[in-house]
């Protein structure tokens, strides 16, 4: 069965970097597309990043353009987000989903997310 | 302020029937791009529910159901049970912003 687990989340300070993983499994990274999503505490949800099937576009919400940056190494199935110059409103729970397949970007599975926490 | 826009709370009785609605603009929803549905309970990952307006994923139950309609879409519940309770979220795509959205959620209470 499909399964995704991030890592790599923590307390880092203002200006620094971090990256995540998620690590997944049931499927090939090749085949479907993935996304990040965060969830800043007691907030909504809020679109970070996407990667297509094939690596070859990915999109960013504003609020992370030119500061975090979507990857993935397939030989070892895994995604990645790269996540530098943090803010303290970058604080939230980061999740990677996997995308459905079908039109406007559904997604039907999720990690059990994991906490970054920028602060001085 | 999110893009798509949602009640921040319903509310009903058990075996009572409830709708969240979810508002966009002709960037996204008005534009033809489809909508989805999430729940989720209490710290946990959100779930879908529905997608593609109406469809609903194997295991979720038909008390459920979907439907968009110009620039905006609703999620119904009838029979409302007391694990209903949590977060729904409704998602699209926009143009303008060349992303993903969702909506800023709905707190369901069961009463």
């Known amino acids: 069965q499909v399964q995704l687990v991030e890592s790599g989340g923590g307390a880092v300070q203002p200006g620094r970097s971090l990256r995540l993983s998620c690590a997944a499994s049931g499927f090939t990274l090749t085949s479907y597309g993935m996304h990040w999503v965060r969830q800043a505490p007691g907030r909504g949800l809020e679109w970070v990043a996407f990667i297509w099937y094939d690596g070859n576009d990915k999109y960013y919400a504003d609020s992370v353009k030119g500061r975090f940056t979507i990857s993935r190494e397939t030989s070892k199935n895994t995604l990645y987000l790269q996540m530098n110059s943090l803010r303290v409103d970058d604080t939230a729970v980061y999740y990677c989903a996997k995308d459905h397949g079908s039109a406007s970007y559904p997604i039907d599975y999720w990690g059990q997310g994991t906490l970054v926490t920028v602060s001085s | 302020q999110s893009v798509l826009t949602q009640p921040p709370s319903v509310s009903g009785a058990p075996g009572q029937r409830v709708t969240i609605s979810c508002s966009g603009t002709s960037s996204n929803i008005g534009a033809g791009y489809e909508v989805h549905w999430y729940q989720q309970l209490p710290g946990t990952a959100p779930k879908l529910l529905i997608y593609?307006?109406?469809i609903r994923p194997s295991g979720v139950p038909d008390r459920f159901s979907g439907s968009k309609s110009g620039t905006s879409a609703s999620l119904a519940i009838t029979g409302l049970q007391a694990e209903d309770e949590a977060d729904y979220y409704c998602?699209?795509?926009?143009?303008?912003?060349?992303?993903?959205?969702f909506g800023g959620g709905t707190k369901l209470t069961v009463l």
């Open positions: 998602q699209s795509y926009d143009i303008s912003l060349s992303g993903v959205v």
């Open positions: 593609v307006n109406s």
